[in-house]
């Protein structure tokens, strides 16, 4: 993952003290993900897939690079010392399971999901085509899971759909991998 580049957001037109205090730099980040053709690559892919409802959210850095069972121990550990890795900036959603198509995970289980991104008090960190998932909204996820970590979206277009009130699922304008509730049946039985 890399840092792309960077500009200040534009105070509002009211130019009032709280405004002018409320700029953030902008910090975009160049990352690579997989992209998938099919909901049967995307569904592979997946360790776990959820509708969940987003219930709050934070921001972290995190490094992503894995404690070696043996730091000292050459074949284990061949990168060298892992702080040195970067941390990188993500959002952890507090998602609600409200039903669960493939993996691990309970109905009503509280489960962690990051994805590349997010604020703190000087940046706003996005990644170019990412939608931010939004609290108290309802998504289809198509998760990676990990032991020591929140489970991440397979990549920010193409992993998690927007499930709307009358049960139509919809994904990001960019994502041509469109899925339907009989998708989601299927895969549940598989």
Do not use: R, W
């Not at 205090?21 to 993900?33: H, N, P, Q």
């Not at 121990?73 to 609600?96: F, H, M, Q, W």
């Amino acid at each position: 993952m890399l840092l792309a580049g960077c500009g200040t957001a534009e105070p509002s037109k009211e130019g009032s003290a709280a405004t002018e205090t409320a700029k953030k730099e902008v910090v975009l980040m160049d990352a690579s993900f997989p992209t998938y053709n099919n909901i049967d690559e995307l569904a592979n892919q997946a360790d776990l897939i959820i509708e969940g409802k987003i219930l709050k959210s934070s921001f972290k850095l995190i490094n992503i690079a894995e404690e070696p069972a043996d730091p000292n121990d050459e074949k284990l550990n061949p990168g060298g010392d892992i702080s040195d890795s970067p941390a990188i900036p993500y959002t952890i959603y507090d998602v609600e399971v409200q039903k669960n198509y493939k993996g691990e995970a309970a109905e009503k289980e509280i489960i962690q999901v990051k994805q590349v991104g997010g604020e703190d008090q000087e940046h706003t960190f996005k990644v170019e085509d990412s939608e931010e998932l939004k609290t108290n909204e309802n998504y289809v996820m198509f998760l990676a899971t990990f032991e020591n970590s929140p489970a991440s979206l397979l990549n920010p277009v193409q992993g998690s759909y927007t499930v709307e009130d009358d049960g139509t699922i919809k994904g990001n304008e960019k994502n041509q991998i469109k899925i339907e509730m009989n998708n989601l049946l299927k895969l549940e039985q598989q």
